[in-house]
């Protein structure tokens, strides 16, 4: 079987550009890959202009190590976000094509079943006011979907330091969430990488009555000594260190492993090359009794994709989910993923990933020249400022 052609389609929505693959072969067979390329969609469409016809045309899908191999190291240079990105676009198309093939469900090629259902955490459901009220009212509104475990960022714009008054506020955000959620839902914390390690270690105390399950990226992603002395000084609170969408090489996780600086490691599918790469790594972490929990902030092809690894990988945590708290059409744009019923995914279906692309409902909502940008006011309402 050989690749014979590759097409990329993007789906505008107001805070995220969506990349999808339509990957076909000579046998007729289609496979898709996905990925949110982070303000960068067209960066991404212009490596793979470059690298689809030197590497992936002709290829045989089957051959996912060789393809995979060639895409990091036969260009010399160093790969990073936009090329683990592309790489994983190609990688996960071969898998849905791979399944098709053998009439199976990816994760039955990858291991097979570890769990009979994948639990989930909505994410983007506090598109509101920063006040106690608003995000009572809506982490309400979240668990009423069924969700037993929601991630929030409480904390504006804030970068390296915040205000007294900021403090005082994130700590009213986060009380409300608590108590709108009751003790046994579970409240994860997203700090985006924005603060210094004092800082981050202050905040983590004051939170820590409030039990959060995690508390994620506290510091940049780029030193993760730094990370290592805030896991040490908030250990004593039992509060793990969640980190690692921003790490997107296994030698980039070489270092976090070896200090062992976290608790669970994030790797996002659609960034890290693929699942194979992130089941490679799981078994990694798995020697540090480290936890996987893959960070997605995709449609529905990356949702399914990461519901496969999820469901064939040991030291597999939980899912992140977004797409119940975004525009409908986000989900009907590649139908066949599972729903998050009582805070869990049933197993996702097959041949190959099990999802079909709408190509039509795609061409109604082209992409968007957007810039979403996490250090701006007002971010967390996911309404990206328009750019020219
Ligand atoms: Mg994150």
């Not at 070489?254 to 194979?276: C, V």
């Not at 009907?332 to 995914?345: I, K, L, M, R, T």
């Not at 810039?371 to 328009?386: I, Q, V």
Request: charge should be negative.
């Amino acid at each position: 079987m050989k690749i014979v052609n590759v097409t990329p389609l993007v789906l505008g929505t107001p805070w995220r550009n969506l990349t999808f693959v339509k990957v076909e072969t000579d046998e007729g067979i289609t496979g898709l890959g996905e990925a949110r390329a982070l303000n960068r969609t067209q960066t991404l469409l212009g490596y793979l202009t470059e690298v689809v016809p030197r590497y992936v045309l002709g290829h045989d899908p089957f051959d996912i190590e060789r393809l995979v191999r060639r895409m990091y190291r036969e260009d010399f240079g160093r790969a990073g976000e936009v090329v683990m990105t592309g790489i994983a676009l190609m990688e996960i198309a071969c898998w849905d094509i791979i399944g098709q093939a053998l009439g199976q469900p990816v994760y039955r090629l990858l291991g097979g079943a570890m769990r009979d259902k994948i639990k989930a955490y909505g994410n983007g459901w506090y598109t509101v006011e920063r006040t106690p009220e608003e995000f009572h009212a809506a982490a309400r509104r979240a668990v009423a979907k069924g969700y037993q475990a929601l991630k929030f960022d409480p904390f504006g714009g804030g970068f390296y330091e915040l205000e007294r008054t900021e403090k005082q506020r994130i700590i009213s955000l986060v009380e409300a969430v608590r108590d709108a959620v009751g003790p046994e839902v579970e409240i994860l914390i997203e700090m985006h990488g924005r603060f210094n390690p004092v800082t981050a270690v202050e905040i983590a105390r004051e939170l820590a009555p409030f039990k959060p399950s995690w508390l994620e990226e506290p510091v940049p992603p780029e030193n993760l000594g730094a990370l290592k002395k805030v896991a040490d000084a908030i250990a004593p609170l039992g509060m793990p260190i969640a980190t690692g969408e921003r790490l997107h090489t296994p030698y980039e996780y070489r270092e976090l492993f070896e200090l062992q600086a976290a608790d669970i490691i994030q790797p996002d599918i659609t960034h890290f090359g693929g699942l194979m790469s992130v089941k490679k790594l799981a078994a990694w972490a798995d020697a540090y009794y480290m936890l996987v929990a893959p960070h997605n902030v995709g449609g529905p092809v990356s949702t399914a994709a990461a519901l496969h690894l999820a469901a064939c990988t040991p030291n597999f945590k939980i899912q992140e989910h977004f797409n119940d708290f975004d525009e409908p059409y986000v989900k009907e744009s590649a139908p066949g993923v599972p729903e998050v019923v009582d805070g869990h995914f049933a197993l996702p279906n097959g041949p190959g990933l099990g999802v079909t692309l709408n190509e039509a409902l795609i061409q109604e909502h082209p992409q968007q020249q957007i810039h979403f940008n996490l250090f701006a006011d007002d971010w967390h309402k996911r309404r990206a400022a328009l750019t020219e």
